[in-house]
């Protein structure tokens, strides 16, 4: 990763002490009038860029600028909780593929997504001409451990485990590999939301991230970097199957103390 320096441009800064005050790592004082950033030891969060009314805040080594926000739309509420009623794991895939376009965004709600300690840990591999190459491997690993799996479930009896056992012929698999899981499945979600948006359907794939994390040679086929664990493995497609209505769920389960 780049470095980051934070600067203040002191001819903009009117002394407002907004950056100050939400600055969770206490690292910005107003010394007459003006902000000053303590020490480059901070977790570089950019609010202070973000919240600044004059743009007095720079931070380097972006492949980016900051992007201004005009206004914008609030989001309907019951809208949003439709599209989480409604979404479905989609198994059954049209054969289209995916333009890179959509492709791109789906990645850029990734990066975009939030990390603890602001970590920004996240890996993507796509796995799109050698997809068959890795279920086929994870395919192996789960035939070999089939028996087992027979013995305790009457469901793992009836299921074969063929070559498209993991990805259900979808054009486009995305595995996310993270330092921290949350991480990692943070940015499925919101992944999902815009592919879904995109009119895609999307399986969250704990199979295939079982297969990646235990088998060392999937790993390093994968080319999963040092100190990171498959979080979530995100397969997308155009759905064949068009549902008419929710799935039930079992009540809350809430307690308010
Ligand atoms: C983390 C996670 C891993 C999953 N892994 C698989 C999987 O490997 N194969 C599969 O067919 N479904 C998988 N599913 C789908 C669940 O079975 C599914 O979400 C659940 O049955 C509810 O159905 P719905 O998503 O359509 O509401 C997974 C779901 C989640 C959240
Ligand atoms: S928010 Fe901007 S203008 Fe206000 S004190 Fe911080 S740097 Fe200065
Ligand atoms: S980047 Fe975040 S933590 Fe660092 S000085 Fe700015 S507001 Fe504070």
């Given at each position: 990763m780049a470095e980051h320096m934070i600067t203040v441009d002191t001819e903009r800064c009117i002394g407002c002490g907004l950056c100050k005050a939400d600055c969770a790592a206490r690292n910005i004082e107003i010394r007459a009038q003006k902000a000053v950033i303590l020490t480059p030891d901070c977790v570089l969060c950019g609010h202070c860029?973000?919240?600044?009314?004059?743009?007095?805040?720079?931070?380097?080594?972006?492949?980016?600028?900051?992007?201004?926000?005009?206004?914008?739309?609030?989001?309907?509420?019951?809208?949003?909780?439709?599209?989480?009623?409604?979404?479905?794991?989609?198994?059954?895939?049209?054969?289209?593929?995916?333009?890179?376009?959509?492709?791109?965004?789906i990645l850029e709600a990734g990066r975009l997504t939030h990390t603890a300690k602001n970590l920004q840990d996240l890996s993507f591999i796509v796995l799109?001409?050698?997809?068959?190459?890795?279920?086929?491997?994870?395919?192996?690993?789960?035939?070999?451990?089939?028996?087992?799996?027979?013995?305790?479930?009457?469901?793992?009896?009836?299921?074969?485990?063929?070559?498209?056992?993991?990805?259900?012929?979808?054009?486009?698999?995305?595995?996310?590999?993270?330092?921290?899981?949350?991480n990692g499945?943070?940015?499925?979600?919101?992944?999902?939301?815009?592919a879904e948006a995109h009119g895609l359907g999307v399986l969250f794939s704990g199979f295939f991230t079982i297969a990646a994390n235990r088998s060392g040679r999937l790993r390093k086929a994968l080319g999963i970097p040092r100190g990171k664990r498959v979080a979530a493995t995100l397969v997308l497609g155009y759905p064949k199957v068009n549902y008419r209505r929710s799935a039930q769920r079992e009540a809350l389960d809430v307690t308010y103390l």
């Amino acid at each position: 990763m780049a470095e980051h320096m934070i600067t203040v441009d002191t001819e903009r800064c009117i002394g407002c002490g907004l950056c100050k005050a939400d600055c969770a790592a206490r690292n910005i004082e107003i010394r007459a009038q003006k902000a000053v950033i303590l020490t480059p030891d901070c977790v570089l969060c950019g609010h202070c860029a973000a919240i600044c009314p004059r743009g007095a805040v720079s931070i380097s080594g972006y492949g980016e600028a900051p992007i201004s926000r005009d206004g914008g739309r609030p989001l309907d509420p019951s809208q949003v909780l439709d599209v989480i009623r409604f979404r479905r794991t989609i198994r059954q895939f049209q054969a289209q593929d995916i333009p890179s376009g959509v492709l791109e965004q789906i990645l850029e709600a990734g990066r975009l997504t939030h990390t603890a300690k602001n970590l920004q840990d996240l890996s993507f591999i796509v796995l799109d001409r050698e997809k068959a190459k890795f279920e086929q491997m994870a395919a192996a690993l789960f035939r070999r451990v089939k028996p087992l799996a027979n013995l305790f479930s009457p469901m793992a009896k009836r299921i074969q485990i063929d070559d498209h056992f993991f990805f259900f012929h979808a054009p486009k698999v995305i595995v996310i590999a993270a330092k921290e899981e949350i991480n990692g499945c943070l940015a499925a979600q919101n992944m999902e939301f815009v592919a879904e948006a995109h009119g895609l359907g999307v399986l969250f794939s704990g199979f295939f991230t079982i297969a990646a994390n235990r088998s060392g040679r999937l790993r390093k086929a994968l080319g999963i970097p040092r100190g990171k664990r498959v979080a979530a493995t995100l397969v997308l497609g155009y759905p064949k199957v068009n549902y008419r209505r929710s799935a039930q769920r079992e009540a809350l389960d809430v307690t308010y103390l």
